[in-house]
């Protein structure tokens, strides 16, 4: 299972943003799916998750009303729309899959319930 995230770069503060996410090596969609980020220094920290039978999105509470998960069917994957970007949105973000099960909602906010990860992808936002 390969995991790749894609869509990141440098944007001004105000501005957006969709990351991108697709798995290959995969016979079945992952039951669950999300989005971390590392800024320089700290530790990584939840971003937003989705629960692929109801399409049920996670977000960090700091993020929400900014970010905003959706589904990618063709690539089983998903996007993360990132919106009024600050620079403290600068991070590399990481994809990540649940392999299998049905986690409570309080999981999908934790790294150690992700199997597979992906290999980040740079967000620099300027002031």
């Known amino acids: 299972v390969q995991l790749q995230a894609s869509g990141g770069g440098l944007v001004q503060a105000g501005g957006s943003l969709r990351l991108s996410c697709s798995a290959s090596?995969?016979?079945?969609?992952?039951?669950?799916m999300g989005w971390f980020r590392q800024a320089p220094g700290k530790e990584r920290e939840f971003v937003a998750a989705?629960?692929?039978?109801?399409?049920?999105?996670y977000y960090a509470d700091s993020l929400k009303g900014r970010f905003t998960i959706s589904r990618d069917d063709a690539n089983n994957g998903v996007y993360l729309q990132m919106n009024s970007l600050r620079p403290e949105d600068t991070a590399i973000y990481y994809c990540?899959?649940?392999?299998?099960?049905?986690?409570?909602?309080?999981?999908?906010?934790?790294?150690?319930?992700?199997?597979?990860w992906g290999q980040g992808t740079l967000v620099t936002v300027s002031s």
């Open positions: 090596g995969l016979t079945f969609s992952r039951p669950g």
């Open positions: 990540a899959a649940i392999a299998v099960g049905n986690p409570i909602s309080s999981m999908y906010f934790r790294p150690s319930t992700y199997t597979d």
């Open positions: 989705m629960r692929k039978s109801t399409s049920s999105p």
